[in-house]
């Protein structure tokens, strides 16, 4: 079983930071992949930032050059560093690992529960 724990969510207001944090555990044999996806009222769910296990990062053009992605391999944790929010930035914010794991080998996609951010003032 791997579970993906995702923190750091919150109320902040336009041109402010926020920091999320997301841990995978259990039965984990290999992480590819980890990164952030967002999905806002009404709208589809979509990439947001992704970080490759030799650190390749790939980001969202609403979201270059104010948001960063980070990881801890040791922890198998990702982290997203979130500056100059706008409102537009409000969204559930969810973690995503692909990865394989150590029950069946099978490379498969695990998604967190969601973080509310919430930008307003």
């Known amino acids: 079983q791997v579970r993906l724990v995702e923190s750091g969510g919150g109320l902040v207001q336009p041109g402010g930071s926020l920091r999320l944090s997301c841990t995978a555990s259990g039965a984990i044999l290999r992480i590819y992949t980890m990164g952030w996806y967002r999905q806002a009222p009404g709208k589809e769910r979509e990439l947001v930032a992704a970080i490759t296990e030799t650190s390749s990062t790939n980001y969202s053009d609403s979201v270059k050059g104010r948001f960063t992605a980070s990881t801890n391999h040791a922890k198998n944790t990702v982290y997203l560093q979130m500056n100059s929010l706008k409102p537009e930035d409000t969204a559930i914010y969810y973690c995503?690992?692909?990865?394989?794991?150590?029950?069946?080998?099978?490379?498969?996609?695990?998604w967190g529960q969601g973080t509310q951010v919430t930008v307003s003032s």
């Open positions: 995503n690992a692909d990865l394989s794991n150590s029950a069946d080998y099978l490379r498969r996609d695990y």
